[in-house]
């Protein structure tokens, strides 16, 4: 899926956001149809690239529907504010529980430069912020009409995060998924689990696949990066990944409950995850980038430190 965009089954079109100045980390996808949506929209500092990738497709100022999010992390949203101000008609859909941060987003700028730190100058940007009445906080079970008799079901679906949506093309079985199932992105031979804190939680994300397996979708799409096929397969994996990153992380926090440990534990355990390419020299620039080993064994470590406090709720009484 190397390039600015690519037609893919079904009327949708992968559009590389550049992330980072590199290609293949943060796909959005445009769904072609009367009323169009298009399906994440990267960082600020990279969204000039995929508003020029939709001109280039036709698409005027007046033409964009939807704005769908899958969770208002900045790799996914951050450029919320500049797509609307670019095609004034699009609402900006997004969970109901994260919404009010794209309306005034000065929380989630706050927030992210802490975690980010210098890569909020060089790689995210600020958010900015979206007219409230332009905003679509939604739920379970809400659905979006394309027009043409096309409609995309949105799925409430937490673990990675907890104002984490899904959106599901039923007539093409078409599955968004943005982080939930995890990441694979070019030299990447498998899934790997996305981790992060503060709000990943083991429970709610293995009964999130659980119910993406139950919809038996055609075709699954990362937002990091492309479809996965076959898509029952990859759910599968992804499903028996995040148990064996879960089961390593908890191992290492037994014996030292301390992120470095942890990071490095997992660091060894995962280490053939990505295949060094000389042809490409961003592959494990991408990984550190969006999964790195020390994030995601941070997510886990939290999840763990409020089990142990009792913070986090059994499986069975949720």
């Keep these: 899926m190397a390039g600015t965009t690519e037609a893919l089954p079904a ?39 995929v508003i020029s990738a939709l001109r280039e497709l036709g698409m005027d100022p007046d033409d964009l529907a939807y704005l769908v999010l899958s969770h208002i992390h900045l790799d996914h949203a951050g450029g919320a504010g500049d797509v609307a101000a670019a095609f004034p008609n699009a609402h900006v859909v997004v969970s109901e529980v994260g919404a009010r941060h794209l ?10 430069r802490r975690v980010y730190g210098e890569l909020m100058d060089t790689v995210y940007g600020d958010c900015t912020p979206v007219e409230q009445p ?71 994300a293995q009964r999130t696949l659980t119910r993406y397996r139950g919809l038996a979708p055609a075709r699954v799409y ?13 759910l599968a994996e992804a499903s028996e990944r995040l148990a064996a990153w879960f089961e390593t992380a908890e191992a290492a926090w037994r014996e030292h409950s301390e992120l470095d440990h942890i990071a490095e534990t997992l660091a060894y355990r995962f280490a053939d ?17 969006l999964s790195g080993f020390e994030s995601n064994a941070a997510g886990l470590m939290r999840y763990l430190d409020l089990r142990a406090e009792g913070r986090v709720t059994a499986a069975e009484d949720r």
């Design 222 to 234: 990362l937002a990091h990066y492309g479809p996965v096929d076959p898509a029952d397969e990859a």
């Design 273 to 289: 995850d990505v295949v060094p390419d000389p042809d490409d020299p961003d592959a494990e620039r991408r990984v550190r980038l």
């Design 103 to 112: 309306v005034d987003p000065e929380k989630l700028n706050a927030s992210s």
């Design 134 to 204: 332009r905003v679509l906080g939604v739920g379970d079970g809400d659905v979006l009409d394309l027009g043409g008799g096309r409609r995309l079901d949105l799925l409430y679906t937490p673990g990675h995060a907890k104002h984490h949506i899904s959106a599901f093309d039923r007539d093409s079985g078409s599955l968004f998924v943005g982080d939930s199932v995890g990441v694979k992105m070019p030299g990447m031979r498998v899934i790997r689990p996305a981790t992060p804190p503060p709000d990943f939680d083991l429970v709610l």
């Design 11 to 49: 009327g949708i079109r992968a559009i590389d956001t550049h992330t980072a100045g590199m290609t293949q980390v943060t796909a959005g996808y445009l769904i072609e149809a009367p009323r169009p949506a298009l399906i994440e929209c990267g960082p600020a500092l990279s969204v000039d690239n």
